[in-house]
């Protein structure tokens, strides 16, 4: 069953080169289903590796397939290989599943989009990389995924170039991505320097054995590029601008899948983070600043994806928390229960764009319940779920991962609790202003605006999404080792770090506080914005910039940036470094005349010069030679 | 034994001299014909040969040597090992591809003449065992490049073409003076005049004098790849050549520079090449940020690429000198990918020139709207100079960061930066001409079926390269493994001698 892996991670890559190359003649929706169908039969297919994998006694899952070898040289030896484990296998069923609802419904929202097949072509790289990253069984071979998901995030961010905008927010996020990269780079070679080796089959066991500081560092380095990718602190500008692209690529790659990456890297390498309590620390506190700050900056967007944008960064910030407090399950629960209900809310986002004629603006919409009721009503489940209010989904998830805080210091849960509460407060907000209150898009002098239903391919991966949002929860009950189904299969990948330990009734109490924060969220956003859209005083300009730490990155970095490279280039190198070696060559060759003389356009006698004096040597010697 | 390598070497040679006697009847347009053909077979004799290298041998083979000037032991002696096979690929690669492509309608004839002897010079400068030879050949690149980019370059090809000649030739100065010292002080210590590589390998000389010839020989490799702060003919060269010629330059004449440090530097001063590497590598680290920053500010796209290229063979240099045997030969394999994804955008930017009849990105824009398909491959070949993993540029970056990393920490951390910097120059100028809409919404041709072919090549091997680099890897790793332990060797021996001479 498990060598069926190859052939999971294969099929959306012959997707890829079937719509690269007969795209455009499959047509549409031709090219829709293709896509889709790929990626469909990759999650058909990893049921049946999962099958194999869980078949195995839980000590035995894990499965590693060498396919060639890469490269090497000396005694550096990197393969093409598969690394399967109950974390992989996890992430593998959710990427597919995820990614097939996204296909399903891109059919329906691209249908007018002229680059209709180009998009899938684009889609279906972005899934094969997205798997080779968490199945590749060395580090290359997972930077080969995360610099290919970061190029088609690039693709999609920049899909409607025309848009100057778009075109900016896709090399920003690459180049912000490659910040972080830089650092997985460095982690990489760290390790191969110490443990000689870079397959996750030797590093992984020999990691326990490695002295803290260098445990200490390679865990920083690989949270830098995890910072890059997952939009943390400081790295999270790019994930905003993102929103240019296309809805459906906001719901899968800046949500339910890639930004996930590092979360998924630092679960990966727990077994450094074990060793380095530092690091773990570092990464908790940027994870509950970023959670905050997201947080914060969401309640003030008034661009409807800007608002699910800030989100994203908050709830990663969340995992961040729970890797760095030790709660590695609780961290992918909630990656995967957050896949569930934030892919929906941005599909639901899309199908409100979609219907409005493209119009974001919260403040322009309102009372869209009555035309979109599918739309509506799954979009209430992704927030109730996001808000944490029980029984759906993020409740269990959100609330193992501050429980973890809780154990580990009562501040970090402090803050995590106050960011929890704005979670289901801007998402209440956000509700409101779209589903609620009066009509505000209803301006006689543009009647082009009648909001509709999008159509069943759109709104029934809506309704998917949305019973997996309100029943995720079930992965992870806290009732019982038997319910704890993620936490068993997981156990063996975190061995080394014990999950942080919390009473039960500890628990209980926290679980009730974690309700009635949630409550208090939703109860405050619908007091607040039932009837009212414009409230300025609860949308201040400095959460609206979010803290103005892109614009400050523009002051500090773009700007000074571009003007060295201007000044390198128009000064520096012409005047000074090529005036200097010019100086050098007067001075050593001595031959000044001759430079006058060549400068005046004399070269052609000076190459011949040249040429005759070779010949002249070669003469020489022959001569020497035969006399 | 088939006389490949011989081929190899005389083949393009005799060819481009005929070609200058032909009678002016012969048909112009048959000239083009004719050197493709010429240099098609070059390519099938390379290929037939790399089929006949034997993997897993470190030392020359297919070695032939003969008597020419023995009064001065200079033989005319030819070899292939790991470093240099695939460089000879690349030539036998690059040639047809460029002529092919090229665009040049003026006196096709001596066109075709000089690019063909330019293809012999190139080759043989990567073949040849004895010093003399090598110097030869070196020099004879420089004439057929001048003559092509004075004549058949942009507007201001004559002084680029000058600027060259200068600074490559008082390089070559620094060479022959450096050759000429090490046969002298060889002749001193063993009454044998000889150029022989091999032979000079074991001259025994004073630190100083080994510093010294060392700084002198490196400084001709320097200028050619070219090394910061050697580097400031190579904007004007690469952008005012004609796209042909550009191509030779920045994918196969710059490896000259970084082929000579291995088989001349590392092999004749193994000691000065370690002891002053720090020196070679922090002008390799400065160059890659250099070039970096540099090619931001830049907006003629060849200007663009020779910066992107200074960065880029800062990275080869920094492979070499990492003394690492990852190192070295992710250096080596960068060689050859470097040459295969700058000769791609040389073609690329000659098909927008031959549009648009400009290259300034403030004049470009909105083509990728226009013509998708040159949009996709000049996404594909930007991605891999950026080293994309998957892509032929990643392995040996990689390989040279993490081979540096090992032996010199700090330099590879620097290093690691000209990753982020090559996505900030290259994806803002792939913004700048192929994103937004064109303003003046001129028309413009996708890329002809010709073009196409002309690049579909390069493009296999960026992919597959990418894909399989341990086919290339296998056979230049165990040269590498002999270069570097020859070297080390060597320096072990010399300083035993030392040891001895101080312990008496």
Not at chain 2, 14 to 36: D, I, N, T
Not at chain 2, 428 to 443: G, I
């Amino acid at each position: 069953m498990m060598s069926l892996l190859p052939f999971v991670v294969g099929l959306p890559l012959l997707g890829f080169l079937v719509l690269l190359f007969f795209g455009r003649r499959l047509g549409r929706p031709g090219a829709g289903i293709v896509g889709s169908a790929s990626v469909g039969l990759a999650f058909l297919g990893s049921l049946f590796v999962y099958r194999g994998l869980i078949a195995r006694p839980s000590d035995q899952r894990v499965y590693v397939e060498r396919l060639y070898s890469w490269f090497s040289a000396g005694s550096l030896h990197v393969d093409i290989s598969l690394y399967l484990d109950p974390l992989t296998m996890t992430m593998v069923l959710f990427v597919t599943g995820v990614a097939f609802l996204i296909h399903i419904y891109s059919i329906g929202y691209m249908a007018h989009d002229e680059r209709f097949h180009q998009f899938f072509v684009y889609l279906n790289l972005f899934v094969f990389s997205m798997l080779v990253l968490v199945v590749g069984g060395s580090l290359p071979l997972t930077f080969l995924g995360w610099e290919g998901v970061g190029t088609c995030s690039y693709f999609l961010i920049a899909f409607w170039f025309e848009r100057p905008s778009a075109a900016s927010a896709g090399k920003k996020a690459f180049i912000v991505n490659r910040i972080g990269d830089a650092g997985f780079l460095l982690g990489s070679f760290m390790v191969y320097k110490y443990l000689g080796s870079l397959s996750y089959s030797h590093i992984l066991p020999g990691a326990a054995g490695t002295p803290q500081e260098v445990a200490t560092w390679v865990s920083l380095l690989f949270f830098v590029a995890a910072i890059g990718k997952s939009a943390q602190i400081p790295l999270f500008v790019w994930l905003v601008d993102a929103m240019e692209g296309p809805t459906p690529v906001s719901a899968l790659i800046h949500a339910a899948t890639m930004v996930t990456a590092g979360v998924f890297l630092m679960a990966r390498l727990n077994p450094f983070l074990a060793v380095s309590h530092t690091t773990s620390m570092v990464i908790a506190i940027v994870g509950v600043a970023t959670a905050l700050l997201g947080a914060t900056a969401a309640t003030s967007q008034s661009d409807i994806k800007k608002v699910l944008a800030y989100s994203t960064v908050s709830q990663l910030g969340f995992m961040f928390l729970g890797i760095g407090t030790g709660a590695y399950v609780a961290a992918i629960f909630l990656m995967v229960t957050h896949a569930f209900y934030k892919a929906l809310l941005f599909l639901g986002a899309g199908s409100v764009i979609h219907g409005m004629n493209d119009e974001q603006n919260l403040k322009k919409m309102g009372a869209l319940r009555r035309f979109m009721p599918v739309t509506s009503v799954t979009f209430i489940v992704g927030w109730l779920s996001i808000a944490g209010v029980p029984p759906f989904s993020g409740f269990w998830s959100k609330g193992d991962v501050l429980d973890a805080a809780y154990a580990k210091s009562p501040l970090l849960w402090i803050f995590g609790i106050a960011a929890a509460l704005l979670t289901a407060y801007y998402m209440g907000r956000e509700t409101y202003l779209t589903f609620y209150g009066p009509s505000r898009w209803s301006d006689p002098a543009k009647s082009t605006v009648h909001p509709h239903e999008s159509p069943k391919v759109m709104t029934y991966p809506l309704i998917v999404l949305a019973l997996l949002a309100l029943l995720g929860g079930a992965l992870n009950l806290p009732f019982g080792s038997k319910l704890e189904f993620l936490a068993n299969w997981l156990a063996p990948v975190f061995a080394l770090a014990p999950p942080p330990h919390v009473s039960s009734s500890l628990e209980l109490i926290l679980g009730i506080v974690d309700s009635i924060v949630a409550l208090s969220g939703v109860g405050l956003a619908v007091s607040l914005w039932r009837s009212k859209w414009d409230q300025p005083s609860l949308e201040p300009t400095v959460l609206q910039k979010a803290y103005f730490v892109d614009t400050i990155y523009d002051m500090t970095v773009a700007v000074p940036g571009t003007l060295l490279a201007k000044e390198a280039n128009q000064v520096v190198d012409p005047k000074v470094i090529d005036g200097a070696v010019k100086v050098l060559v007067a001075s050593i060759s001595s031959t000044g005349k001759l430079m006058r003389r060549l400068q005046n356009g004399y070269v052609r006698s000076y190459a011949l010069a040249v040429s005759l004096g070779v010949v002249a040597l070669l003469g020489y010697m022959l001569t020497r030679a035969s006399s | 034994m088939f006389p490949y390598l011989e081929i190899l070497v005389f083949l393009p040679a005799v060819a481009g001299v005929l070609v200058f006697f032909f009678p002016s009847e012969f048909p112009k347009r048959y000239y083009k014909g004719l050197g493709v053909l010429v240099s098609s077979v070059e390519f099938i004799v390379a290929a037939a040969m790399l089929v006949q290298f034997k993997t897993g041998v470190g030392g020359y083979q297919m070695i032939s040597r003969y008597h020419w000037i023995p009064e001065f032991g200079i033989t005319w002696s030819l070899g292939v090992d790991g470093i240099s096979l695939f460089l000879v690929i690349l030539s036998a690669i690059l040639f047809p591809i460029a002529i092919f492509g090229s665009k040049e309608t003026k006196d096709p004839k001596t066109f075709i003449a000089w690019m063909l002897i330019l293809e012999a010079a190139c080759v043989g400068s990567f073949l040849v065992l004895d010093l003399f030879d090598f110097f030869l050949m070196f020099e004879l690149t420089l004439i057929p490049t001048y003559f092509l980019m004075s004549n058949w370059g942009f507007a201001l090809g004559g002084r680029a073409a000058v600027k060259f000649f200068v600074y490559t030739f008082l390089g070559s100065a620094f060479l022959l003076i450096g050759i000429l010292a090490l046969v002298f002080i060889h002749d001193g210590g063993t009454g044998q005049v000889t150029f022989s590589i091999v032979a000079l390998a074991h001259t025994q000389m004073s630190s100083t004098a080994g510093r010294l010839l060392f700084l002198a020989f490196s400084i001709a490799f320097l200028i050619k790849a070219p090394v910061f702060p050697f580097h400031t003919w190579s904007p004007d060269a690469y952008s005012q050549s004609p796209i042909s010629t550009a191509i030779v330059l920045g994918g196969i004449m710059a490896k000259l520079g970084t082929y000579g440090i291995i088989r001349f530097d590392f092999q004749l001063f193994p000691q000065a090449s370690r002891s002053l590497g720090w020196l070679i590598l922090t002008l390799a680290v400065v160059g890659i940020v250099y070039g970096a920053i540099t090619a931001a500010g830049e907006s003629h796209l060849s200007r663009l690429v020779a910066y992107s290229s200074l960065s880029h063979m800062g990275f080869i240099v920094l492979g070499l000198f990492a003394f690492t045997q990852i190192g070295l030969a992710g250096a080596v394999l960068q060689m050859f990918n470097h040459g295969i994804y700058t000769a791609a955008l040389f073609l690329l930017l000659g098909m927008i020139y031959a549009r648009r009849k400009t290259l300034d990105t403030s004049k470009l824009a909105g083509i990728q709207s226009k013509a998708p398909v040159m949009a996709g491959i000049f996404t594909l070949v930007m991605l891999a100079s950026i080293g994309l993993p998957g892509l032929n540029g990643f392995v040996g970056e990689f390989m040279i960061l993490l081979g540096t990393f090992i032996s010199h920490r700090w330099w590879a951390v620097v290093g690691v930066s000209g990753v982020v910097f090559s996505a900030v120059y290259m994806l803002w100028a792939y913004q700048k001409v192929f994103h937004r809409r064109d303003p003046e919404q001129r028309s413009f041709r996708d890329l002809s079926v010709r073009e196409v072919a002309t690049l579909v090549p390069l493009v296999i091997l960026i992919v597959g390269v990418g894909i399989f680099p341990n086919l290339l890897l296998s056979r230049i790793d165990p040269s590498v493994h002999k270069v570097l332990s020859d070297a080390t060797t060597q320096s072990v021996a010399y300083h035993s001698s030392l040891g001895k001479v101080a312990g008496r």
